[in-house]
């Protein structure tokens, strides 16, 4: 008779181990996403870690500064009525700009990013 009554205290034991094994485990989980959650909270703090559309914003407006005084820069450094001057000088300004389009448009592909050409 003591065989039989043991069976239910280990089904018992062992149902509570289980129970206890998986809320420990949920446990060190949560204070690993916490412990996660805060490093990167303190790296953004600390601007260690900054946010993406941050830095693509602040990519576009230096890029546009660029491309503005590129825009002006022939009338700027050719001689007033030197017009042979002035269309090598846009022709260069051309070459670059398709550069540095090239560029974006590689880097775009690389990181799976739509191309620029759709995005808004």
Sequence with gaps: MSQKSSVPQAASFVSWALKRDTRTQAD???VRVNTEMLQLRLM???RELVRTDEV????DDVIGVVLT????LPARC???GDLATRRAIERVVFEVRIEIANIAQQK???Y???PLSKQG
């Design 28 to 30: 060190a989980d949560h």
């Design 44 to 46: 953004e703090r600390k």
């Design 56 to 59: 693509t914003a602040m990519i």
């Design 69 to 72: 005084a590129m825009s002006c």
């Design 78 to 80: 050719a001689p007033r």
């Design 108 to 110: 775009a592909d690389e």
């Design 112 to 114: 799976g990013e739509p």
